[in-house]
């Protein structure tokens, strides 16, 4: 009677020790956190405190630890730029002129001696009176970011499920960032106030706007120069994207915060598009299962690096110091991820001055007056040429055939 009873005992621990399976909530994270009863995440507001508990809950449901200064959250508060050439101030006071931002920390404790932040901003741009929007109508609307960034926020939470159980040669951090619309200032917080040792940070992992993966499959990656093992490491683990590398750990995401204070970094990014800042950044128009993909490389990443130790350092040439400056501009988004020459226009706005001379999205701008334009760095030289109200021919592909027009600045 007594080994009945021990295999009874035995077969029902069997049964209870179920393997471990990842959720996937990608879609329904999205859905959430780009709906209209959110007005758009702005930073400070009700709706960003409703993504900040819904966030807080799924972190909760996935038993990891909160890592902020109280619970799941880090808050922080600041005065807003008065001006485009001022700078945000942090506070210690609580005043009727300051915002608080609340950044979302959860801690995978594997008792490992470095850590791996993996982080995306979750705010956006609320009704877009505040600055940034590319939306030109008189009524105010909600700019829901689905695109940017719940995208992002989402694939952080899948990636949480999924190294619950693997990977445990580095501790992790999930991160979800305030203030990043407004000057990355929930990571930069951070950086200045980590919740744990900087030190022991082994490389951060940044996603902002990866909810739109295109039909020819292209992501860019940026920081792949910010450690020596990168370039190897993304190629290599590569079998289904068209790879855009970017080896600068400088850029306007929050993976610059940790990239300054000597991290390594890496930054994914399905491209700008028509949507970009907009009102119509809807959840129905993001492509879930390029996200999913998305996800997975990641994943692979992450799994082929846990064995490596501590990742070293290396600093990158700041790309953004190289940008030229303009005062004019096409009214065009750029294809960012276009690699094949010239600058490929991505969509064009209303009544401005690409729209009135008959470019369409698509087209491939080759030539700006007397100046060639091989890529993106060329199309941005040669509008830095031109005064408002110059008129200028321009030469684009389309169909493959060449076409010229006149442009008025």
Do not use: W
Not at 11 to 22: D, F, M, S
Not at 28 to 50: M, N, P
Not at 90 to 118: C, F, M, P, V, W
Not at 274 to 291: I, V
């Amino acid at each position: 009677m007594k080994q009945v009873s021990l295999l009874v005992f035995f077969l029902t621990l069997v049964a209870c020790k179920q393997e471990y399976t990842p959720e996937n909530k990608i879609k329904e994270d999205v859905i959430f956190l780009a709906d209209d009863k959110l007005e758009g995440r702005g930073t400070g507001t009700e709706g960003e405190k409703i993504a900040a508990d819904y966030i807080a809950k799924r972190f909760e449901s996935l038993r990891l630890e909160g890592k902020g200064t109280d619970g799941f959250f880090q808050d922080f508060m600041f005065t807003p730029k008065k001006d485009p050439h001022s700078e945000v101030k942090y506070s210690d006071k609580n005043t009727d002129s300051t915002i608080t931002g609340r950044n979302i920390l959860a801690y995978l404790d594997n008792k490992a001696e470095q850590t791996i932040i993996i982080g995306a901003h979750y705010d956006h741009l609320g009704y877009g009176d505040r600055g940034g929007s590319l939306y030109r109508g008189e009524e105010k609307l909600i700019h829901n970011g689905a695109d940017d960034n719940a995208s992002g926020v989402a694939l952080m939470l899948n990636l949480a499920s999924k190294l619950k159980e693997t990977n445990k040669n580095n501790n992790y951090l999930f991160m979800a960032f305030s203030g990043e619309e407004m000057g990355l200032l929930g990571s930069n917080y951070f950086v200045k106030n980590t919740t744990l040792p900087i030190e022991s940070i082994n490389y951060m992992l940044n996603m902002d706007m990866v909810g739109r993966l295109k039909a020819d499959s292209t992501l860019a990656v940026y920081g792949t120069g910010t450690s020596p093992i990168f370039k190897q490491t993304v190629s290599a683990n590569n079998e289904y994207f068209k790879i855009v590398e970017h080896e600068s750990g400088v850029g306007p995401s929050d993976h610059t915060s940790f990239y300054l204070n000597d991290i390594p970094v890496l930054h994914f990014f399905t491209g700008q598009h028509d949507d970009y800042h907009r009102p119509t950044d809807d959840s129905d128009k993001l492509n879930y299962e390029g996200m999913n993909l998305i996800s997975d490389y990641i994943f692979t990443i992450i799994t082929d690096l846990d064995d490596n130790g501590e990742i070293a350092f290396r600093k990158t040439k700041n790309e953004s110091k190289d940008t030229p400056r303009f005062k004019v501009t096409l009214g065009v988004v750029p294809d960012y991820l276009y690699t094949d020459g010239g600058m490929r226009i991505d969509g064009v706005s209303e009544d401005r001055p690409a729209q009135k001379a008959g470019l369409m999205k698509g087209d491939i701008v080759i030539q700006l007056g007397d100046l060639e334009v091989k890529d993106m760095m060329g199309y941005m030289k040669a509008l830095s040429k031109f005064e408002k109200g110059q008129t200028t021919t321009v030469k684009v592909k389309r169909d493959g055939k060449v076409l010229e027009a006149q442009v008025t600045f």
